[in-house]
């Protein structure tokens, strides 16, 4: 017997996606480069700007053929650099290209400051991604004239590379830290690890932030000076903002019912900041959901002003029935892209109707009387006349469950007039 469970959950819309108001997120396939070369900053102009955002660097020529630099440079090497650098892989990701397929940047902790991303304006990062470059990685790999081998000749050495990004506000104070580790044998040897390959680091906890900057540690030091190549790679940075969305609508009630066949209508609201013309609505999923077309029109969304603020907002209808949620579930999570991909958020809280049974197994609750003995003549009469009861009992609930289907039916066939009339509504 299946029954419902009435849980209150939260609607969580994750687009990753961009704003209006924001330029393209940092990806630095932006950025002129020829095949197989990078950048270093041996132009003086002091750094380079990717999408909104603008990276340090600082070169230095000190002849005879001698050049330093730090902070950031962008590259799409595949293969370490030909001929070698005097530090050869410095320009080189591990992974032999980028996490988008071209460009990716290289940072540099040095003296002249830490490789710094300052953004063209306050916003809040949801991501970016990391991974090791040629140098660093075959240092700890293998060892060097200058570091160690990570792990030492046992394997048991509690060796670590960090990498650490602090978040800094328009007035300088400090946001937060976020750390991700490019190398770490502390633990199980089985368990060791450099990391190889891209990584997807959350940066939602630097909160909003003007300016983010990138230091280096690990364990290998001889006195201040550490002995790990202090180089790593990044690639693909995407801001997020949070907005306002109002499931069903015009509707007090705000109750989903995931048993039913009607349709969810979602409303992302728009704002003097935020122009919902700019979301890619073919991208968009609710819980594995796709938005379904609208009335007869055959579009998806429809935009219009749904709260009555003078500001364009976007509805958006999903089939129940496509709604992928567990019997668990707390939130909805909608996923998609702006034109430009900066990662957009909003919540709203609804109560949910979700299926379910009395046991958790799918069957009627209740014992089985197991007869393991021949009883009594005397027993018998007595279980002859409590199994005429239980069949008057299921008979009764034979019919109760037909009544009830009955009343289901009529409920689906309600709502699916219901969301026709809605439907109608919005597209008028």
Known sequence: MRMSFVTTMMFVLTLSMGLAAL???????????????YWNGSDGSGGFS?????????????????????GFAYSNLTQEETPPTAMP?????????GQTPANYAVGYVGWAGLPTMSLAQPMQLDRAYFTNNRSAYYSMLNGDGFAKQFGGPSGDDPDWFLLTIEGF??????????DFYLADYRGDNNLDYIVNDWARVDLSGLGVVQEVTFDLSSSDNIGDWMNTPAYFAMDTVLPRIDVEIDIKPRNNRQMVNLNSEGVLRLAVLGGEDFDVHEIDLLSLKLADAEPRAMGNSGKIGLFKDVNNDSQTDLVLHFNMGDLNVAAEATELILEGFLNDGTLLTGGDSATIICPGNVNGDGQLGGALLEITAIPEPSVCLLLSLGGLALMKRRRAKSEECASIRALRSLNVMIQQRTSERHENDYSS
């Open 23 to 37: 330029a393209d997120p940092p990806d630095f396939d932006d950025l002129p480069l020829a095949s197989e070369s």
């Open 50 to 70: 990717s999408g909104s955002a603008f990276f340090n660097n600082s070169f230095t020529d000190w002849g005879g053929g001698v050049i330093s630099w730090d």
């Open 89 to 97: 892989g410095q320009y080189t990701a591990i992974t032999g290209s």
């Open 169 to 178: 506000d328009q007035q300088q104070n400090s946001t937060g830290t976020v």
